[in-house]
C-alpha cells in the first residue's frame, strides 16, 4: 500500500433533506500528504460534510474514503468514531477541564508507560503552539485564544497523521490568529502533519493553505493554489468568496471603457485607484472605511459603487470628487 494515495475521497455522497440540497453530491477529493488543505465556500455548501466524512464522523451514502488505501470506517463500524490516526479540533473547546492545569489537559492524553516521554512530549506541544507559559494555569482563566491553542495541543499531543480544522479561528481574536496560524504552518513543516481545514475567512486560507477546494451546493468547482484562485479564478462564485471584489454588469462596465464580452466583470479593490485627474471627476467619495495602514474607499456613480482600496490614508474626504483608473479586470 506504500504507492497508495494519502487521504481521498472517492465519490462520495451525503445529503440531507431539505428544501435546499445540504451535504456533498459525487465529490471526489486527493488530500496531499505534509501541505495545508482548505475547503472553502458558502454556508450550507458542504465543507463541514465532507471534512467530516474524510475523518470518519459520518459514513457516505455512496463513494468510500479511504486512508493510506484502506478504507475509513464510519460511526456505524467504529466505537469511537474517527480515524486513529487522525484528530479533528473545531471552534467548540468544551472538550478541556476547564478546572485543570493546561499542562494536564495535554499530559492526559498520554500513557503513563514512559514518563519522561510524556514529560517531554507534553513540553515539546506547549512550546510548539508557544502556551509554556501557561502550563501552570487553569484551563478556566484562558481567554478564547488561549483555549483554542491547547485544544489544539491535546491534539498533537497523540502525534496524528492528520489534524482538520473546522472554524478553528472564529473564536480567537484578530491580534492573535496571525500568530496561531504562523505556529500551524511551522508544526507542519517541523513535523511532516498533514493539515486540513474547513474556514469562511479568505484571509486565513490565502495565508495558511497550500491548496483551495471550492465547494458549491455540495460539489466542487475548481481547486488550486491560494495564488491561482485569487489571481484567475474559473468561477465567479470563486473570486467573491476571496475576496471583496467589485461585480458589475457587462452594460455598467462599459461606461468605464471596458468592452467585456461576458456577463459580468469583477474588479478587485486594488485593481483601481482614485485620481485627481483636471479634466474628468466623475466619482463621489461616499465613504472611507479606515484599515491602519490604508482604507477602503467607498466610490459612486448614479447607481454604481465601487470599493477602492487607497495606500494614503487621510489623503481623501467624504465628498470629494474624484476619478477612478482602472487597471485590470475578470469576466464571468
Not at 105 to 112: C, G, Q, S, W
Not at 275 to 282: A, I, L, P
Request: proline residues 4%.
Amino acid at each position: 500500500m506504500t504507492n497508495a494515495p494519502f487521504l481521498q475521497a472517492l465519490s462520495v455522497t451525503k445529503t440531507y433533506p431539505g428544501e435546499r440540497m445540504a451535504g456533498v453530491k459525487g465529490v471526489s477529493v486527493d488530500i496531499k500528504h505534509q501541505r495545508v488543505t482548505a475547503i472553502i465556500g458558502e454556508s450550507g455548501s458542504g465543507k463541514s460534510t465532507l471534512l467530516k466524512m474524510l475523518y470518519g464522523l459520518l459514513s457516505p451514502e455512496e463513494g468510500r474514503v479511504e486512508f493510506k488505501g484502506e478504507r475509513v470506517w464510519g460511526p456505524e463500524e467504529k466505537l469511537i468514531p474517527g480515524h486513529d490516526a487522525m484528530k479533528m479540533v473545531t471552534q467548540d473547546t468544551d472538550g478541556l477541564n476547564l478546572y485543570a492545569k493546561v499542562w494536564d489537559n495535554v499530559a492526559v492524553l498520554m500513557p503513563n508507560t514512559d514518563i519522561k516521554d510524556k514529560h517531554d512530549r507534553t513540553t515539546q506541544v506547549l512550546k510548539q503552539l508557544n502556551i509554556l507559559h501557561l502550563a501552570d494555569r487553569q484551563a478556566f482563566y484562558l481567554s478564547g485564544g488561549e483555549k483554542q491553542r491547547v485544544a489544539i495541543a491535546r491534539a498533537l499531543a497523540t502525534r496524528p497523521e492528520v489534524l482538520l480544522l473546522d472554524e478553528p479561528f472564529n473564536q480567537v481574536d484578530t491580534s492573535f490568529r496571525e500568530g496561531l496560524q504562523q505556529d500551524i504552518r511551522q508544526v507542519v513543516h517541523d513535523t511532516g502533519l498533514t493539515v486540513i481545514m474547513v474556514s469562511h475567512d479568505p484571509a486565513e486560507v490565502l495565508s495558511m493553505a497550500d491548496e483551495l477546494i471550492v465547494l458549491k451546493d455540495g460539489q466542487i468547482i475548481e481547486s488550486g493554489s491560494p495564488k491561482q484562485l485569487y489571481q484567475h479564478p474559473q468561477n465567479l462564485y470563486t473570486a467573491k468568496l476571496l475576496t471583496n471584489c467589485n461585480v458589475l454588469s457587462r452594460e455598467d462596465a462599459a461606461q468605464f471603457g471596458l468592452n467585456a464580452k461576458a456577463d459580468h466583470v469583477v474588479i478587485y479593490p486594488e485593481w483601481a485607484n482614485p485620481t485627481g485627474s483636471w479634466t474628468r471627476k466623475d466619482f463621489t467619495i461616499k465613504q472611507l472605511l479606515f484599515k491602519g495602514s490604508y482604507e477602503d474607499l467607498l466610490v459612486q456613480k448614479g447607481h454604481i459603487t465601487l470599493r477602492l482600496l487607497n495606500d494614503e490614508p487621510g489623503k481623501y474626504q467624504v465628498g470629494d470628487k474624484v476619478h477612478v483608473k482602472i487597471h485590470k479586470f475578470l469576466e464571468f
